[in-house]
Structures are given as structure tokens and as C-alpha cells.
């Protein structure tokens, strides 16, 4: 049997696995394999191997081998909760993103206390280094087998005619599962168990409410410690937190899932929109707004009223179904259709900062970053066949220009054609060629998400990575070419003929409110001073410098510096003590001496004292660090 193994071609006899192909390979793989991936099929590295092909050893550095890892840590998890609590009826226990979780139906809830001793049991299971061992059952064996576990008699009646039924043992403890998992439990080398909480099964409200324990696995302690040493962090940065601690938005059980911006919140909100509607101008966008309540035959021609339906919030008006727009999209369209245009015009750029609701369940909200209501920084662009790779191209530097500027790295990924798609086979093929072609023409590196597109054209996603090393799918291009199609748009050709225009739906912030939330985060509140709600605070040490700070006040909102002035009689570190807690950027300090001289003694947030400076020097500093948008 021949096989590339890593690279290397090696022959073996049919029947091996790849632990015995690891034997050949340097120790340090051995070591480190977690999972194989035989002709791009994920396999467990005990499976015999009896096919040629490409074989990739994979370790914890992959996607998938971290999810082997966890999958595992998942099983060692359900089998501890069984030793402790026998009468715990077992659902379901899968890897996700950044670690695991099992679910479990319990008649008393989990306390924090008894997570100790379930990660007191998992480390005996993993000490002892039991193999992982799979076998198959017909479903009738199978059902048999698993008589005393409702959820997995359920998930087996699910599964087509002639499905594999498979289950992984090890040690005594026997789960249904598909796999691959580790060759051992040994191979699990840090976990830790990190909270519990409420889920119903299979999602559904009207299932009974199950109890989740949520874990993560890593193969060294250091990576598992520096992961929760992430964690405290983003706790410290949590956006709700932030957002209520210096006074810019929160949001109330009067209204959940739609948020209230306060005065400073606005401040912020609107140095980004301005900030928006000045790179859109440059870039040759025109500004529109649309309704946000629009009729029913309206969605039932874009396709939302069938295919998004549940999702959007409906009225009645004059006893006819209206909606409140869940996308701009339909109304952009409007506006395109209000007049005829040559292929002189086109290409067409209109944006719009257009606040659109969405049902969303209660159990998914989530601060700013999943709410009921929001705005979207929508621009639709209506272009030829022939236009397409240049405005793709266009928007993706737009979108880089933006990200750059707040100092976000960020990866890119092309999704396509989804199952529930609208739209003929030549339409998308021609959709994604052009997407796939733009990004091919500018060089940039990505990673296809197959079936992931919208229902009407494919799209490219931007995945944002904060300053904790977290990412958020934030901006998004989808070329579409069914909308026109469904409200018959054209424009007149070079030939005197009508032709059918290609759509472009782009957002850059994705939402404004999400975009708050994740840059509240990144900066940990500490806002660069182009965006911070108030870029100075004067702090007097005694009143005899009320008055010259007064006057520095004046001078500096004359200039557009947003100031606040602290004239208390406080000791001055708790002035500024408070100040920083606020996360002022430029805190001003004035004492006898600075009144006398017309100065400022002056500290900087995170560098401290910056020295004493001449008022109209410490503007020009401010006017050039905003100017700049400076970091």
C-alpha cells in the first residue's frame, strides 16, 4: 500500500494504522499526533488503513486535531459525571470553539463544588490512560444497548436506514458517537472545567432544560494557563461592563436586546458614522435612507417573507401586512428603480447607516454584540457584468483602510452556494468567479466555506482579531445576482438593448452597535483620542487656578477638543485617580505654578506624567494625534 505521508512517499502493508506509520516518522510527531487525515477523510490513528492515498498527521496546531482533543475531553467528562452521579441520563457532548461541553438530565442541578470532584474523577480517567475503542451494532442492537439513555435512543430513531451506529469505550464507560477521538485518554494532557449552565435539548424551548458543563483541553499547562489568563482578561474588557462603568450605553429589561446609547455613547457613535460617511464620500458612495416599515409584497419579492420570515417583526397598516425591514437591502433597490440608467452611470454606489430589526430568541442576546435592533453601514452597488472584479477589488481596500485604521488584523473567507439557494446555476457560478477572482487579482489569502453563502449569492466574510487575539465576523461582500433578477432591474447597454445590472450588498462596521461593542473590547474602554467621548480633563490642585482653567476650557472646545473640568476642592490624586478610571486620554493638571505661567502639567493615559506644556503646544500635539487617527 502506498501512501504520502506529510509529504513523504512510504509503502506499507494494507491493514496498518497510522500509529504504526508513526513509527517511522520523527519522535517528536509521534508524540505530539492526535488524529490522521487519510484523503481528506478525518480518521482516528487506530484505524486500519486500506487504501493508497494521502496521509496528514495532525496534531494540536490543526483545527481538527483540536477537535479531537476536546472531543475526547467530552467523553472523559460524561464518563466522570456517570461514576459520580449514575443516575445522570447522557445527551450530547461535542467539541466547539475554544473547548467542549456534555449535556446531561440531572434531577438536582450542578453546583460549582461538584465540578471539583468531576475534575478530580477526569484526571484519575486520564492518568490511567485508557484506549478509546470503536465498534459498530445494527440499530436494532444498538437500541437495545442503549435502552436505559432516552436522548440516545432518540439521536439513534434519527439517523436515515443504513446509517453506521458507532460507539467509543474505554474503560467500562460506553458512548454513541461517530469520532474519530484519541488513541487513549492519556493524550489529554490540561483541562479544565469551566462553567455550568441551563440548555434546553436540541435547542428547542419547548424541550426539557438540560445541564451543560462547559470545559477546554490542551496538550501542555502552559497553554491551557495563558488560555485562562485570556479569559480574565476579556473579562475585564467585557463591552457590558465597560459600557455602563464610563457611561455610554447599556440596555434594560424594559427593552431587551435593544440598546440605549447615553450622551458619551452618542459621542462615540457619531465619530464613527462621521468617520464612515468621510471614507465612503472619497471613495464615491452618495448617501441614502430608507423607510423602515415597508409592505409585504415588497418581502415576498425580495424573498425575505419565505425565507426569513420567522426572523422579522410584522404590523398591520390599513388591515395590509407591512414588516419592519430586517435588511436594507429591498429599500436600496427601490431607490435604484426610481429612475432608467445607461451603463454611462454605472457604476452606482449608495450607502446607507439604516436601523433594522430581528427577532432574535431571548437565550441569544448578548450586550451589543447580538441584539433586536441595530444599524448596518449598508452600501448596495448596481454595476455591469464587466465591472465586477473592479468594485470588488475597491471594496475590499475600503474595507482594509478601515480595519487598518483601528489596528485590527483580520483573515478573509469566501462562502458558497448554499442548499436553500435562489437562482439559476449560471447566476452563481458566475457570482463566484467574480469574487474568487477579485481576491485571486489582489493577492490575498483565504479559506472557502463551502455551502455557507447567503440564499441569494456568495459572499466574502472579514474576520477581525482583537488586541486579545479574538475574532469577530464583522465586514462582509456578497454579489448578487438573483435580486435584480427579482425586480426585474436593467439599464440601457452601449447597444440601445436593456441589460440586467450585477448587485453588490457590503458592509464594513457590519453593525454599528456590534462595531461599538468589539472596539469597547479591543481598547479595553481606552479609546484612541479621535473616538474617546471626552479627550481632556482639567483637574485644579487649589481654586486659586479655577479661573486659568476656565480659560484653558474655552480655548480648548474652541478648538474641538471634547473637555471636562473637575473644579472640587479634592485632593488631587483622587481627581485624577478618577480620571483614569474613566480612561481619559489627556489628563490636564493646574496648580499655582501653571496659572502663573499659562501651562498645563499634563499625563497621558497609560505613560503617565508627560511633562508641563505651553497650552497651544499641547493643542497642536492633540490636533495632529486626531487628525492622523492615531493609535
Not at 464594513?508 to 468589539?518: A, D, K, L, M
Amino acid at each position: 500500500m502506498k501512501l504520502v505521508v506529510n509529504g513523504q512517499e512510504m509503502e506499507f502493508n494494507a491493514g496498518v494504522s497510522a500509529l504504526d506509520v508513526l513509527e517511522k516518522l520523527p519522535k517528536e510527531l509521534k508524540k505530539s499526533a492526535l488524529v490522521a487525515r487519510l484523503n481528506g477523510k478525518l480518521i482516528s490513528l487506530m484505524e486500519p488503513l486500506t487504501e493508497d492515498g494521502e496521509l496528514e498527521i495532525l496534531t494540536f496546531d490543526d483545527p481538527d486535531g483540536r477537535w479531537t482533543l476536546r472531543h475526547t475531553a467530552s467523553h472523559v467528562l460524561a464518563q466522570a459525571v456517570k461514576a459520580l452521579r449514575p443516575e445522570a441520563k447522557l445527551a450530547i457532548g461535542p467539541a466547539i470553539d475554544n473547548g467542549f461541553y456534555y449535556d446531561f438530565d440531572v434531577d438536582e442541578p450542578f453546583t460549582p463544588e461538584f465540578l471539583k470532584d468531576v475534575e478530580k474523577e477526569m484526571a484519575r480517567i486520564i492518568k490511567k490512560n485508557s484506549k478509546l475503542e470503536r465498534f459498530e451494532l445494527p440499530r436494532n442492537e444498538a437500541l437495545e444497548f442503549m435502552k436505559d439513555e432516552p436522548y440516545k435512543v432518540e439521536l439513534i430513531n434519527d439517523l436515515p436506514e443504513g446509517s453506521v451506529i458507532s460507539f467509543y469505550k474505554q474503560e467500562g464507560f460506553t458512548d454513541l458517537c461517530a469520532g474519530p477521538h484519541l488513541p487513549s485518554t492519556g493524550r489529554i494532557k490540561a483541562f479544565k472545567l469551566m462553567s455550568i449552565a441551563g440548555a434546553y435539548w436540541r435547542g428547542n424551548e419547548k424541550n426539557k432544560m438540560l445541564q451543560r458543563i462547559y470545559g477546554t483541553a490542551f496538550t501542555s499547562r502552559e497553554e491551557l494557563d495563558a488560555y485562562v489568563q485570556r479569559l480574565e482578561e476579556a473579562k475585564k474588557r467585557d463591552h457590558r461592563k465597560l459600557g455602563r462603568q464610563l457611561d455610554l450605553f447599556d440596555i434594560f429589561e424594559e427593552g431587551p436586546g435593544f440598546p440605549f446609547f447615553f450622551p458619551k455613547g452618542m459621542v462615540l457613535r457619531n465619530e464613527l458614522e462621521n468617520y464612515w460617511r468621510e471614507i465612503h464620500r472619497k471613495a464615491g458612495y452618495e448617501e441614502i435612507k430608507t423607510p423602515m416599515i415597508l409592505s409585504r409584497k415588497l418581502w415576498e419579492q425580495s424573498g425575505h417573507w419565505d425565507h426569513y420570515q420567522e426572523n422579522m417583526y410584522t404590523t398591520k397598516i390599513d388591515d395590509e401586512d407591512f414588516a419592519i425591514k430586517p435588511m436594507n437591502c429591498p429599500g436600496g433597490i427601490l431607490v435604484y428603480k426610481r429612475r432608467m440608467w445607461s451603463y454611462r452611470d454605472l457604476p452606482i454606489r449608495s450607502g446607507e447607516l439604516g436601523l433594522v430589526h430581528r427577532h432574535e430568541l431571548s437565550g441569544a442576546l448578548h450586550g451589543l454584540m447580538r441584539v433586536r435592533c441595530f444599524t448596518q453601514d449598508d452600501a448596495h452597488i448596481f454595476m455591469t457584468p464587466e465591472q465586477i472584479r473592479d468594485e470588488i477589488k475597491g471594496v475590499y481596500r475600503l474595507i482594509d483602510e478601515v480595519y487598518s485604521s483601528f489596528g485590527f488584523k483580520y483573515h478573509v473567507e469566501l462562502s458558497t452556494r448554499p442548499e436553500n439557494s435562489i437562482g439559476t446555476d449560471e447566476m452563481w457560478e458566475q457570482a463566484t468567479e467574480g469574487l474568487q477572482g477579485a481576491l485571486d487579482d489582489l493577492g490575498v489569502e483565504y479559506v472557502v466555506n463551502e455551502g455557507d453563502g447567503a440564499f441569494y449569492g456568495p459572499k466574502i466574510d472579514f474576520h477581525l482579531e482583537d488586541s486579545i487575539g479574538r475574532t469577530w465576523q464583522c465586514g462582509t461582500i456578497q454579489l448578487d445576482m438573483n435580486l435584480p433578477e427579482r425586480f426585474d432591474l436593467t439599464y440601457t447597454g452601449a447597444d440601445g438593448e436593456k441589460h440586467r445590472p450585477v448587485m453588490i450588498h457590503r458592509v464594513v462596521f457590519g453593525s454599528i452597535e456590534r462595531f461599538i461593542g468589539i472596539l469597547t473590547e479591543h481598547f479595553a474602554g481606552a479609546f484612541p483620542l479621535w473616538l474617546s467621548p471626552v479627550q481632556a480633563k482639567i483637574m485644579t490642585i487649589t481654586d486659586r487656578a479655577d479661573e486659568a482653567a476656565l480659560k484653558i476650557q474655552k480655548t480648548l472646545e474652541d478648538a474641538g477638543i471634547r473637555t471636562e473640568i473637575d473644579l472640587r476642592n479634592e485632593k488631587i490624586g483622587f481627581k485624577i485617580r478618577e480620571a483614569q478610571m474613566m480612561k481619559i486620554p489627556y489628563m490636564l493638571v493646574l496648580g499655582d505654578k501653571e496659572a502663573a505661567e499659562g501651562t498645563v502639567a499634563v499625563r497621558v493615559r497609560g505613560k503617565g506624567d508627560a511633562g508641563t506644556m505651553a497650552v497651544d503646544d499641547l493643542l497642536a500635539r492633540m490636533q495632529e494625534e486626531i487628525r492622523t487617527h492615531a493609535l
